[in-house]
């Protein structure tokens, strides 16, 4: 599922980066996109060195965002993700954000991977508990 996606917006939230004990580290934020009467509201993450992605942007900026989709299962719960490894202002006219990644076509898989013992860096889980 290397298929990279691309979606543009304005930005509403930016959160802080979380970094966890494993060292594995992540930042998410929020677009909204116009979808008729009702606006979306989609929630993207950036993981590891990618958090700085976002730094560049402030509340209310349009951004294009490129990501990649990845799923999992968690204690017989499913989740999908929508990871963030490229942002650009929209339109051709400003220079895409330094990605580190310009030369290549699509993401970089080993982004969207969390480390093995993610959901560990939080405690023992309860059968409730999601891993992130």
């Not at 349009?62 to 989740?79: A, H, L, M, P, T």
Request: glycine letters at 12%; one cysteine or more.
């Amino acid at each position: 599922m290397a298929k990279g996606f691309e979606m543009e917006g304005t930005v509403k939230v930016i959160n802080e980066v979380q970094t966890f004990a494993s060292g594995f580290s992540k930042r998410e934020f929020v677009i909204e996109v116009e979808d008729g009467k009702f606006p979306q509201m989609v929630k993207f993450e950036c993981l590891k060195e990618k958090t700085t992605l976002i730094d560049d942007y402030s509340i209310g900026d349009s951004v294009k965002v490129y990501f990649d989709i990845r799923g999992n299962e968690y204690n017989g719960r499913y989740f999908v993700n929508l990871n963030a490894w490229k942002l650009e202002k929209p339109g051709g006219g400003g220079a895409p954000a330094n990605d580190g990644y310009a030369d290549q076509s699509g993401p970089p898989s080993h982004l969207s991977e969390p480390p093995a013992d993610y959901g560990s860096a939080q405690g023992a889980p309860s059968d409730d508990d999601i891993p992130f």
